[in-house]
Nanobody, 125 residues
């Protein structure tokens, strides 16, 4: 059982930036890492996914404003977001998925992610 712990959430002004971190309890170097977010009344959706550098994909809503990265030496993934908008207000989750269990070996869907953090709230005002 891999435990994931997010940090870095909080309040940010519109137009500002923030960086979320997610630390895993063990080596996650072979996993896909993803950031998801959920607003009340809506489902949880992926906003950034990566396996290795160059494999990143982003939701249209954050393309150009978000950067996902990872440091496998620290078992940590990051989400850097800039030019924050009010619609970025959400509960943000990090998650990991095993390529062998994902369709086509690429973990693009939320249900393919097997371990999740507890979530960190981001409020943009």
């Amino acid at each position: 059982q891999v435990q994931l712990v997010e940090s870095g959430g909080g309040s940010v002004q519109a137009g500002g930036s923030l960086k979320l971190s997610c630390v895993a309890s063990e080596d996650i170097s072979t996993f896909f890492v993803g950031w998801f977010r959920q607003v009340p009344g809506k489902g949880r959706g992926a906003i950034a996914i990566m396996h290795s550098p160059g494999s990143e994909t982003y939701a249209d809503s954050v393309t150009g404003r978000a950067t996902i990265s990872r440091d496998n030496t620290k078992n940590t993934m990051y989400l850097q977001m800039s030019t924050q908008k009010s619609e970025d207000t959400a509960l943000y989750y990090c998650a990991i998925g095993a390529p062998l269990t994902c369709s086509g070996g690429y973990c693009s869907r939320g249900y393919e992610y097997i371990y999740w953090g507890q979530g960190t709230q981001v409020t943009v005002s």
